[in-house]
C-alpha cells in the first residue's frame, strides 16, 4: 500500500511556472516508476511525464516536451513536476501515480494521488 500526496497546484499567468510536488509514502519509494497525468474537465485522464526508478531516464507527452521537467529525489520520496512557459491549455487537474514499468497507459499504474488543480490565466 503506497499513499501519495500532492501538492503546488495553483493559479498561474500564462508564461509562468509552477512546480508540482508528490511525496509517497515511506516504503520502497525508490523501486517504483513514477509518472503524472492530468485530467481537464469532462475528458480521460491523459499522459504527462514518467521517470525510471534509479537511472532517472525521463519520458514526455509532445504537448510539454521543452517546457515541463519530471525529477525525484529517492531520499525524499518525493517526485517532482516543474512547469515553465505555462499555457490556457495545460490547465487541468494534475495527478501523480505509481506502478511497476515504464508506461504512458492510466491502467498500467497502482496507486494515485488526489490530484492537484492548475489553472492557468490569459
Known amino acids: 500500500q503506497v499513499q501519495l500526496v500532492e501538492s503546488g497546484g495553483g493559479l498561474v499567468q500564462a508564461g509562468g511556472s509552477l512546480r508540482l510536488s508528490c511525496v509517497a509514502s515511506g516504503r520502497d519509494f525508490s523501486v517504483y516508476f513514477m509518472g503524472w497525468f492530468l485530467q481537464a474537465p469532462g475528458q480521460e485522464r491523459e499522459f504527462v511525464a514518467t521517470i525510471t526508478p534509479t537511472t532517472g531516464r525521463t519520458y514526455y507527452t509532445d504537448s510539454v516536451k521543452g517546457r515541463f521537467t519530471i525529477s525525484r529525489d529517492n531520499a525524499k520520496n518525493t517526485v517532482y513536476l516543474q512547469m515553465n512557459s505555462l499555457k490556457p491549455e495545460d490547465a487541468a487537474v494534475y495527478y501523480c501515480?505509481?506502478?511497476?514499468?515504464?508506461?504512458?497507459?492510466?491502467?498500467?499504474?497502482?496507486?494515485w494521488g488526489q490530484g492537484t488543480r492548475v489553472t492557468v490565466s490569459s
Open positions: 501515480a505509481a506502478g511497476p514499468k515504464v508506461s504512458s497507459t492510466v491502467d498500467d499504474y497502482h496507486y
